[in-house]
């Protein structure tokens, strides 16, 4: 299913729902904006006045744009609940992320400590050879 991965059966329902969602939004959607175009050609044999056809059309067209949008709409709610589902229940890449950044920086702070140790062991040696100079001038 998803990279071989074997998933909980909670986890399999709610994949599910979510494929079943996006198939009946988008076949809203298809399905709409082929009933506008259809409407658009403007070739209907019907027994109603010219201007109450095209009334009659165009509040059908205004539905099926609601629709459409509605179906737009239910999609970006899909794809918020992927995300956050993905940011809540994707335990596996958060803790690979705390593993990476806890090395990351386990690493940068050897480099500092090995930084400071070479610092501090300069600093002694030229604080002993200023030491001695000063002991061993006659002006002090």
Same mark, same amino acid.
């Given at each position: ?46 027994? %109603?006045? &010219?201007?109450? @056809?095209? /009334?009659? !059309?165009?509040?059908? *067209?205004?539905? =099926? ?38 090395? %990351?920086? &386990?690493?940068? @702070?050897? /480099?500092? !400590?090995?930084?400071? *140790?070479?610092? =501090? ?20």
């Amino acid at each position: 299913m998803s990279g071989g991965r074997v998933l909980p059966q909670s986890k399999e329902a709610l994949l599910k729902s979510y494929r079943t969602r996006l198939r009946d939004d988008v076949k809203s959607m298809l399905e709409n904006f082929e009933e506008i175009v259809k409407l658009a050609k403007g070739e209907h044999d019907t027994q %109603l006045s &010219r201007m109450t @056809q095209c /009334e009659q !059309d165009t509040y059908e *067209m205004h539905v =099926r744009a609601a629709n459409i949008v509605r179906a737009g709409e239910s999609l970006m709610k899909l794809v918020s609940d992927i995300k956050q589902y993905l940011i809540l229940n994707d335990f596996p890449s958060v803790n690979e992320a705390i593993t990476q950044n806890s090395k %990351l920086f &386990r690493t940068k @702070q050897a /480099e500092c !400590d090995q930084k400071l *140790m070479s610092l =501090r062991d300069d600093m002694a040696a030229d604080l002993y050879d200023l030491e001695e100079e000063y002991y061993n001038s006659i002006n002090k």
